[in-house]
């Protein structure tokens, strides 16, 4: 079966560096997306990889290693307004997005 | 604005009635969805539709079926809703499977809530 793995919830402070990984399992890979999601919001686009190696976008990174089926997600300099569930999605060899459950990042100031 | 839209943002209604939900995107896109995400929050596709092709999650109900009068609009039509029918419902749209902008533009979500 296809299989998308994050951890549920994850906490950091404002100001801090996290790292939130997401594992995966698919038939097929056709790239991995990384979108965020805000309470009561719809989700939004961070990034895509599709080959190895890091993708930097301002204070957010997305790193992608095929061989291991992992992806991790870099947040620098976090902010209160980061506060959001991340969630990874994998797009397989029918073109079909397999998604994860999601991360809950909490911010602490 | 360019965007993916849907209506109602909010929609209550008794069990066992008729609902649609309506999408419309103004992106040029070529493919639409319908994904559920319920109270634990797990996004879950419903369907994929471009002007080719239907494709249908298996473990979506009959009750559930998709209308596309053209490719900008990707309606949900639902019939005798389920209290397990209370989720969010979001529409998105891409460009066809293979482009090399693949990334899904979702709208802003309706909330069902069946009594």
Known sequence: ?109 | DTAVSQTPKYLVTQMGNDKSIKCEQNLGHDTMYWYKQDSKKFLKIMFSYNNKELIINETVPNRFSPKSPDKAHLNLHINSLELGDSAVYFCASSHEPGHVYNEQFFGPGTRLTVL
Request: proline share 3%; with cysteine.
């Open chain 1, 1 to 109: 079966g296809q299989n998308i793995d994050q951890p549920t919830e994850m906490t950091a402070t404002e100001g801090a560096i996290v790292q939130i990984n997401c594992t995966y399992q698919t038939s097929g890979f056709n790239g991995l997306f990384w979108y965020q999601q805000h309470a009561g919001e719809a989700p939004t686009f961070l990034s895509y990889n599709v080959l190895d190696g890091l993708e930097e976008k301002g204070r957010f990174s997305s790193f992608l290693s095929r061989s291991k089926g992992y992806s991790y997600l870099l947040l620098k300099e976090l902010q209160m307004k980061d506060s959001a569930s991340y969630l990874c999605a994998v797009m397989d060899s029918n073109y079909q997005l397999i998604w994860g459950a999601g991360t809950k990042l909490i911010i602490k100031p």
